[in-house]
């Protein structure tokens, strides 16, 4: 069964520090994704990938980074974790646009 | 900025109803995708759906993609408490990785 593993299910960390949220694939695809998911919000972009090396942002990357040094693996870097990036972090990744997503089991941080 | 409007927002019905979710947009995308989120996980993906009239059947689930491909509906027959969930849409247009969300409807069965 393919999948995408998202390294931590609940993750509190304080105001100020550096995050990182893991996300490994294992269906050699090319596109990977990152997004947040609030309530009234919906989910919204903030960096994607579509190759090793590359990286695009999304709709909202302030205050975030990304790093993809292997193609299965996608890192989403919260470089001062504030507390309105408390959220649900979701990984996606997809072979194309057609697809659609296979997404990880999400990411929820709470920022104290 | 494209936007996918579903409604409705909220539904909660008895087991063994029917109901119909919708997603609206005023642009054209070339695929859209349904999706069903459970809470505390991530999306999985239902359907995708890339012609115009396009109609698809998964069990007790219909997705049809309008003629005009700016609007998707989803129907489900005899409703179950496992079909409880938030449905999301999200539609895609050539030559770009991004998928716009629908804002999701979030459906209840009761048993």
């Known amino acids: 069964d393919v999948k995408v593993t998202q390294s931590s299910r609940y993750l509190v960390k304080r105001t100020g520090e550096k995050v990182f949220l893991e996300c490994v694939q294992d269906?050699?695809?090319?596109?990977m994704f990152w997004y947040r998911q609030d309530p009234g919000l919906g989910l919204r972009l903030i960096y994607f990938?579509?190759?090793?090396?590359?990286?695009e942002k999304g709709d909202i990357p302030e205050g975030y980074s990304v790093s993809r040094e292997k193609k299965e693996r996608f890192s989403l870097i919260l470089e001062s974790a504030s507390t309105n990036q408390t959220s649900m972090y979701l990984c996606?990744?997809?072979?194309?646009?057609?697809?659609?997503?296979?997404f990880g089991s999400g990411t929820r941080l709470t920022v104290v | 900025t494209q936007l996918l409007e579903q409604s409705p927002q909220f539904l909660s019905i008895q087991e063994g109803e029917n109901l119909t979710v919708y997603c609206n947009s005023s642009?054209?995308?070339?695929?859209l995708q349904w999706y069903r989120q459970e809470p505390g996980e991530g999306p999985v993906l239902l359907v995708t759906?890339?012609?115009?009239?396009e109609v698809k059947k998964l069990k007790r689930l219909t997705f049809q993609f309008g003629d005009a491909r700016k609007d998707s509906s989803l129907h489900i027959t005899a409703a179950q408490p496992g079909d409880t969930g938030l449905y999301l849409c999200?539609?895609?247009?050539?030559?770009?990785?991004?998928?716009?969300f629908g804002t999701g409807t979030r459906l209840k069965v009761l048993a």
């Open positions: 642009s054209v995308f070339s695929s």
């Open positions: 990938s579509y190759d090793v090396k590359m990286k």
């Open positions: 759906v890339v012609t115009g009239g």
């Open positions: 269906m050699d695809h090319e596109n």
């Open positions: 996606a990744s997809s072979p194309d646009t057609w697809y659609g997503y296979t």
């Open positions: 999200a539609g895609a247009n050539s030559g770009t990785y991004k998928y716009i």
